[in-house]
């Protein structure tokens, strides 16, 4: 796979298709209320798995989907990324439910 000049893997989310919407903001936006705001974007997060399956299909491990996210990360201004059993843990979730969607 192409890298980009910070050595980045590019092709699944490359800036062209992160470009082509409305900049999302890094900071999760989220109701006021108690509590420490989210660290990371979680929803742009589950919006990215939504596109890379949709442009790329189901990929063939939940590892290969970890490590998509995880470049995903990568290429975003989240100071600094979440750990990867962070992502991992999010991706599984989301994993369950795309596993058991009929194909």
Do not use: C, N, Y
């Not at 491990?61 to 290429?75: H, I, K, N, P």
């Amino acid at each position: 796979m192409p890298r980009d000049q910070r050595g980045h893997a590019r092709g699944l989310f490359d800036a062209s298709a992160a470009d082509s919407g409305p900049k999302a903001s890094t900071q999760a936006k989220r109701p006021a209320g108690p509590g420490a705001p989210p660290k990371h974007d979680w929803d742009a997060f589950a919006g990215a798995i939504a596109r890379r399956v949709h442009d790329h299909g189901m990929p063939a491990s939940q590892g290969e989907l970890v490590r998509d996210m995880m470049e995903w990360f990568a290429g975003r201004e989240d100071f600094p990324p979440p750990d990867e059993r962070t992502v991992r843990r999010k991706v599984s979730a989301i994993w369950r439910e795309l596993s058991m969607a009929p194909r």
